[in-house]
């Protein structure tokens, strides 16, 4: 028994139509039903089997297409994910670097200072007519910052 046959021996009209027909119900010739009514209702029906067969193509089609969108979409918020967690990473990494700059740039300032007060010393020792020694000795000490320099007006 085909589907068509199947399908019509479910539906309500079936009982009164094989009553009417008997055996015959479903009697051929070549690829056309006999009876009238059951040949026109298997076009109709095989119409909309096609139909529905198209259909369920193109459904199991839009489902494979939204099944590999997700996947799709599921790796590019995986990727965006490893895109944040890189750019944290390199934000802290830039933050680390410009605390370092700074901690340079705030030791290079205390330098400039003390090679300024250094330079300082060894001019007020000469004002002051010190010798090479107690001036090398208070250059030394500025320059290794223990020693402030006395601004003379």
């Known amino acids: 028994m085909i589907d068509f046959e199947?399908?019509?021996?479910?539906?309500?009209f079936y009982t009164n139509m094989r009553f009417i027909h008997g055996d015959a119900l479903f009697?051929?010739?070549c690829d056309v039903y006999r009876v009238l009514p059951v040949q026109m209702t298997y076009v109709a029906w095989s119409e909309k089997h096609v139909e529905y067969a198209e259909l369920r193509q193109v459904s199991v089609a839009l489902n494979t297409e939204t099944i590999?969108?997700?996947?799709?979409?599921?790796?590019?918020?995986?990727?965006?994910?490893?895109?944040?967690?890189?750019?944290?990473d390199q934000g802290?990494?830039?933050n680390d670097q410009s605390q370092k700059v700074r901690d340079l740039e705030f030791k290079c300032e205390e330098l400039e200072k003390r090679i300024k007060n250094g330079l300082s010393n060894v001019f007020n020792c000469r004002v002051i007519g010190a010798d090479r020694i107690h001036t090398c000795n208070v250059v030394?000490?500025?320059?290794?910052?223990?020693?402030?320099t006395k601004q003379s007006d």
């Open 6 to 12: 199947k399908w019509f021996a479910d539906q309500d």
């Open 140 to 148: 030394e000490e500025a320059l290794r910052g223990g020693h402030e």
């Open 68 to 88: 590999n969108q997700r996947r799709y979409i599921v790796s590019k918020q995986s990727e965006i994910t490893q895109l944040k967690a890189q750019l944290i």
């Open 92 to 94: 802290q990494r830039f």
């Open 27 to 29: 009697a051929k010739d």
